[in-house]
């Protein structure tokens, strides 16, 4: 065994479901700007959820990052939220939301 895997965390490997959009650098930005427009327009997670059409586990695990999101749920929570999907994915916008 090399040093360096003596050393070295030991992380699961996912494997994305066929339909899955690869998106782990932007899970961050997608859980903070998702947290933030829902406590800024005051929505429980049940709320959001019923509204935009997502499961409350799925809004959950995209609120913590733990998840990818399918394309059509990107879909869903543009259309839902007015915001663009690369508006949603790429940036924090914790100033816009006032968390």
């Known amino acids: 065994m090399s040093e360096l895997s003596k050393k070295a965390p030991n992380y699961k490997v996912c494997k994305p479901h066929k339909d899955h959009v690869i998106l782990r650098p932007c899970s961050l930005a997608l859980a903070l700007n998702l947290q933030g ?54 940036y924090p916008m914790v100033a816009r939301f006032k968390i």
């Open 37 to 90: 427009y829902r406590k800024n327009h005051r929505k429980w997670q049940e709320n959001f959820a019923k509204e935009s059409g997502i499961p409350q586990s799925q809004v959950a695990y995209l609120e913590t990052g733990w998840a990818n999101p399918k394309l059509s749920t990107l879909i869903k929570l543009s259309r839902y939220t007015g915001l663009s999907i690369d508006e949603l994915i790429r």
